[in-house]
């Protein structure tokens, strides 16, 4: 199975930016849709963003829409997140998530749909 390493996360200021990094082991990694999920303490996991195998087609949570961007470089096996002003909200840890099933749609929201999961990084944000 495919191995991701999550990166980037730390402590920003209300405001501020961060952009995490999924590293995959596997080739080609042009096969896999990726999500982005988070979990704050006490809180189940929820949908951030996904992006499709070929990068052309994106999905947000409404609760980063604007101020989140997922992309990828399949040269580099890396999918990221960048994050723009940040809120105190936004404090979690944030998991990579890779599925290689076909399709684009709703499904891709639900944690469920993934197959494999990054050990985590953590993202506080002071306020």
């Known amino acids: 199975q495919v191995q991701l390493v999550e990166s980037g996360g730390g402590l920003v200021q209300a405001g501020g930016s961060l952009r995490l990094s999924c590293a995959a082991s596997?080739?080609?990694?042009?096969?896999?849709?990726m999500g982005w999920f988070r979990q704050a303490p006490g809180k189940e996991r929820e949908f951030v963003a996904a992006?499709?195998?070929?990068?052309?087609?994106?999905a947000y949570a409404d609760s980063v829409k604007g101020r989140f961007s997922i992309s990828r470089d399949n040269a580099k096996n890396t999918v990221y997140l960048q994050m723009e002003s940040l809120k105190s909200e936004d404090t979690a840890v944030y998991y990579c998530?890779?599925?290689?099933?076909?399709?684009?749609?709703?499904?891709?929201?639900?944690?469920?749909?993934?197959?494999?999961w990054g050990q985590g990084t953590q993202v506080t944000v002071s306020s």
């Open positions: 992006i499709s195998w070929s990068g052309s087609y994106t």
């Open positions: 998530a890779a599925t290689i099933r076909p399709g684009w749609g709703p499904l891709l929201f639900a944690k469920g749909t993934y197959d494999y």
């Open positions: 596997e080739r080609p990694f042009s096969s896999y849709t």
